[in-house]
């Protein structure tokens, strides 16, 4: 049973491209999460999603940022027009589907490290 | 505005003696925590799990500790072992949020 899984697992980027991130969740979870960890530092929330809806996008930044999950396929995190303070750890978390409104534990996946140049 | 909270950035335990790892947190509403295990160039791995109505929730090795009235709760690793040496992280969530709250981490080592 495969765990989440997120490529591509480094990316370098010049200041002004673009970067895309993908994940894709365990089997059978319907729940995306995306957190940021900058250098010493802890994760933060960024932004969750469920098949084709943005749920909570409280995390993530106003302009430049993305997020979508579409019906087939993975979830792609999109960083438009990058800029050096956009270097960091990138995770993606995954859960099942709540029972009853519970809270339910998040997996993560390996992470992307983005740097730009 | 840092909801959950790891005082200690770094702890360093002799091998085979008991590792207690504190996190505090502010939000009275946080009804979920988790405490995760990082090591470097890695995703965070789920260790354990404790709900608000329970005080203590135990996993071989791991047990957690949850005081409500002092917002505060505690990850004991007993006894300790090298490959234990890694990052440890508190997370808090509430219904109807999902997200996580992370603490900072605690980076804990396993001396020989």
């Known amino acids: 049973n495969a765990g989440v899984m997120q490529n591509p697992r480094h990316l370098v980027r010049r200041r002004g491209q673009e970067a895309r991130l993908r994940c894709s969740p365990m089997?059978?979870?319907?729940?995306v999460y995306w957190y940021r960890q900058l250098p010493e530092e802890g994760l933060k929330f960024m932004v969750y999603?469920?098949?084709?809806?943005?749920?909570?996008e409280s995390g993530m930044p106003k302009e430049r940022f993305s997020a979508e999950f579409p019906k087939e396929g993975p979830s792609i995190l999109r960083i438009q027009q990058v800029v050096r303070g956009d270097s960091a750890a990138y995770f993606c978390?995954?859960?099942?589907?709540?029972?009853?409104?519970?809270?339910?534990?998040?997996?993560f996946g390996p992470g992307t490290r983005l740097l730009v140049l | 505005d840092q909801q959950v909270k790891q005082n200690s950035p770094s702890l360093s335990v002799q091998e085979g003696r008991i590792s207690i790892l504190n996190c505090d947190y502010t939000?009275?509403?946080?009804?979920?925590f988790l405490w995760y295990k990082k090591y470097p160039a890695e995703g965070p791995t789920f260790l354990i799990s404790?709900?608000?109505?329970?005080d203590k929730n135990e996993d071989g090795r791991f047990t957690v500790f949850l005081n409500k009235s002092a917002k505060h709760l505690s990850l004991h690793i007993v006894p300790s072992q090298p490959g234990d040496s890694a990052v440890y992280f508190c997370?808090?969530?509430?219904?109807?949020?999902?997200?996580?709250?992370f603490g900072q981490g605690t980076r804990l080592t396993i001396n020989p």
């Open positions: 978390a995954s859960s099942p589907t709540r029972a009853g409104g519970h809270s339910e534990t998040q997996y």
């Open positions: 089997k059978g979870h319907s729940h």
């Open positions: 999603l469920q098949k084709e809806n943005i749920i909570d």
């Open positions: 939000n009275s509403m946080f009804d979920y």
């Open positions: 404790i709900s608000s109505i329970k």
């Open positions: 997370a808090a969530s509430f219904q109807g949020a999902q997200k996580l709250v």
